[in-house]
């Protein structure tokens, strides 16, 4: 039986890779993608191969349609399918909003959310062939709540909440099935500004007392991609309890 096939963007570090590395370690064959960490890429590329199961690296920005495209060319031609297409690629830009340029306004959005529009109108068609597949975005939960100095990051993961229950409605007839995981605060990278202080005053308000794991949403991950048809359209909290 031929392994399934999976997509993650963003994946040369933090949660992107581990849900990566997670698939590997189930049988999936994986395809990962970053915009500008080539080392990471590769290096992250040689950790899932050694899973025995086959990766396709791709360096490139999703938001830019053309590179989207040459990436999906490559995955029909390697691997002829796709089952699964995680969405994880994202930045965050952190200030006020009176502050911030139009060129980084553009930026966050075009990574954030025109990336995953790119990557789902490519997979589908795929998805559709082979007989149904699972779309996961990863969001925040401040695309739920909004955060202070934060603007431009929760406008983008709010529209990820939304692209993903209206597109769960449009593909629930063809087996396809669309949910975001709106993570809250994940030890990762992307929350190293933070000084001290501030990352025991974040901890405090968190009810389960802790950061998340990457490793706890890639767990997370694979079981929407893996399991069950009838959930669809859900953006699912993972974040201690803190919203």
Wanted: some cysteine; overall charge neutral; hydrophobic content about 45%.
């Amino acid at each position: 039986m031929a392994k399934k096939v999976v997509l993650v963007t963003g994946a040369s570090r933090g949660i992107g890779k581990a849900i990566a590395v997670k698939f590997a370690k189930k049988g999936y064959n994986v395809v990962i993608n970053c915009a500008h960490r080539e080392g990471e890429l590769l290096q992250a590329k040689k950790e899932i191969e050694g899973y025995q199961v086959s990766c396709l690296a791709f360096l490139g920005d999703m938001g830019d349609f053309a590179v989207c495209q040459e990436l999906f060319a490559k995955i029909r031609k390697q691997f002829g399918t796709l089952d699964v297409l995680v969405n994880n690629a994202g930045i965050s830009y952190v200030g006020l909003l009176q502050d911030m340029s139009s060129e980084n306004w553009d930026r966050i959005v075009r990574t954030n959310l025109t990336s995953v529009f790119n990557c789902c109108k490519l997979a589908i068609p795929m998805m559709l062939a082979g007989g149904g597949g699972k779309i996961i975005n990863i969001s925040s939960v401040w695309g739920v709540a909004g955060a202070s100095c934060e603007v431009a990051y929760s406008a983008t993961k709010g529209g990820i909440n939304a692209f993903t229950k209206a597109l769960a409605k449009e593909l629930a007839p063809s087996n396809i099935q669309v949910n975001a995981v709106a993570c809250g605060a994940i030890d990762t990278e992307m929350n190293q500004w933070l000084e001290e202080d501030e990352l025991l005053r974040l901890v405090d308000e968190i009810p389960a007392g802790r950061l998340g794991r990457a490793e706890e949403v890639a767990d997370f991950v694979y079981h929407l991609g893996y399991k069950g048809s009838y959930l669809t359209g859900q953006i699912i909290g993972l974040d201690g309890g803190w919203i």
